[in-house]
């Protein structure tokens, strides 16, 4: 993997728009989960790599599958059409409120 693929913390934090005083907590929560972790980089071991456990990778594998399920649900429900079927799951979810 190249360096510029990995997500860092600062990357992160940037893409995401908070302080990384905003990020510790959730951080730490998926640390103490055993779902996230860091190591120094091997470029410069003064940057830290994210890095998803197999604990994570398996939560996320489960995450995308659920939403391909709904996706599918909402694309065979609109014969295939994705506008009607994104407009519909974008009211199913704004209803949802």
Sequence with gaps: MSHLTKPTIKKDLKIMGISKQGFIKPYKDLEERNLLE?????????????????????MITELNRDQSK????????????WQQALEDMVTHYLQSF
């Design 38 to 58: 860091t190591r120094p980089s091997q470029d410069d071991p003064g940057i830290k790599d994210l890095y998803l456990t197999d604990e994570g990778q398996a």
């Design 70 to 81: 709904k996706i599918n649900h909402y694309l065979e429900k609109h014969d295939g059409d």
